[in-house]
Structure formats: C-alpha cells, structure tokens
C-alpha cells in the first residue's frame, strides 16, 4: 500500500514567519493530494488541495506544491499567525485499489505570539 | 446541512468489555471510515463501508468491527478491550464514489480504557 511520510512532526515559529510541512509518498496513480488542519480538541477539516495537472495552489496565506516526478508535496503557510496553531495531516492518494487516502502522522505547528 | 455526528462523544470502560461507537453521515453520503486517532500516531485508519459493504480495512486485529446501515448510519465495536485501545475515534464521510474527495470528519469519540 502507500507510504507517507510527513516531516516535521514538530514545528515552532514565532508569529509573521513562515512555515513549510512537506510530506513524501511512495506509489500512486491518482491525482489527489489534500492537508488537514486540525485544532486542539477539535476535528480534522480540510483546508486545501491539489491535483495532479497542477504544481501549486494558493489560498490567501496557505499555499500547496507538488512535485509528482520527487513524489513529494509540501504545505506553505505565510504570515503566520497564532490562530494557525494546530496539527496539520497530508494525505496521499489511495493505491491498490483502495478507496481510502493514506495520512501522514502529521505536525504539530506552533505560532508564538 | 448537519454535519458528521458521533455518539457518544466520551466513554470509560474497563479492560475486557467492549464499546459501540456510533456515526452518522452528510446526508447523502454513502461513505464512511473510521480511524483510530493516539497520540504520534496520526490517523490510523481501521475501515470503510460505502452502502453497507466493507470495502477497505486497515491492519487492526479482528476485535475491531463495523458495519453500516441501510441509511448509511455506520457503527465500529471493539471486543475485549485493551488499555491499548484507548483513543480518539474518528469517522468521516464523504460523497464521493471515487478515490478522490474531501472527507467530513466527526468530532469524535473519546474511549478511556481502565
């Protein structure tokens, strides 16, 4: 099945920095590569995504990239803020005929004011 | 429209019992996975049912169970429990047939086991 591992699985920043998260995956035929953020105590949301026909996407202060060739795909956040603070989860697409994404253990960011 | 519901939301159980947890779906979702949320571990997914068929599980042993409804209301149980077993329980549902779409989670059930 597919592999994902997603680095750091901690992150520290002080607030108006930047933060990247990059996550890697082994196999896959599909097109569809999504984050998660999810706050303390609460569930995971969706917050952005990317396919395969495209190398980035941008949403105001988060981006996504991918590199289908490295088979790797990384989360951008700028201006970051302490409301950013949470765990945020990658997931690569399903493989073998799975309908289920595989998520990577995802990181921990922190945003000091 | 309501979102994914989870019942119950937090439970205490001793080593030996075994638990029922409880998701409803989007309406009109007929998917739905649960996983296993600890500490570290990121979501381990344990399974998925899309009208009333198992069609993925995860590498969890066979006390883990679930099922789903006619009504895609979908149920996990787990049989003599562990200390191990205590987590976040997660379901998600998602309207997509297909292997890509978003995935609407639940707040969760929180399992202590004693």
């Known amino acids: 099945g597919e592999n994902v591992e997603q680095h750091p699985s901690t992150l520290s920043v002080q607030e108006g920095d930047s933060a990247v998260i990059k996550c890697t995956y082994s196999?896959?035929?599909?097109?569809?590569f999504p984050w998660y953020k999810q706050e303390l105590g609460k569930r995971p949301q969706l917050i952005i995504d990317?396919?395969?026909?495209?190398g980035e996407k941008k949403d105001q202060r988060i981006a996504v990239t991918l590199n289908k060739t490295a088979k790797h795909f990384s989360l951008h956040i700028t201006e970051t803020q302490p409301e950013d603070s949470a765990v945020y989860f990658c997931?690569?697409?399903?493989?073998?005929?799975?309908?289920?994404?595989?998520f990577g253990r995802g990181t921990s960011l922190i945003v000091h004011p | 429209k309501a979102g994914v519901t989870q019942t119950p939301r937090y439970l205490i159980k001793t080593r030996g019992q075994q638990v029922t947890l409880s998701c409803s779906p989007i309406?009109?979702?007929?998917?739905v996975s649960w996983y296993q949320q600890t500490p570290g571990q990121g979501l381990q997914f344990l399974f998925e049912?899309?009208?009333?068929?198992?069609?993925n599980k995860g590498n969890f042993p066979g006390r883990f169970s679930g099922r789903q409804f006619s009504n895609s209301r979908s149920e996990m149980n787990v049989s003599t429990l562990e200390l191990g077993d205590s987590a976040l329980y997660l379901c998600?549902?998602?309207?997509?047939?297909?292997?890509?779409?978003?995935?609407?989670f639940g707040e969760g059930s929180r399992l202590t086991v004693l």
């Open positions: 990317i396919r395969s026909n495209v």
């Open positions: 196999d896959s035929a599909s097109n569809y």
């Open positions: 049912y899309f009208s009333e068929t198992q069609r």
């Open positions: 998600a549902s998602s309207g997509r047939t297909g292997t890509t779409g978003e995935l609407f």
């Open positions: 309406s009109g979702h007929r998917s």
């Open positions: 997931a690569a697409p399903p493989s073998g005929g799975s309908y289920i994404p595989t």
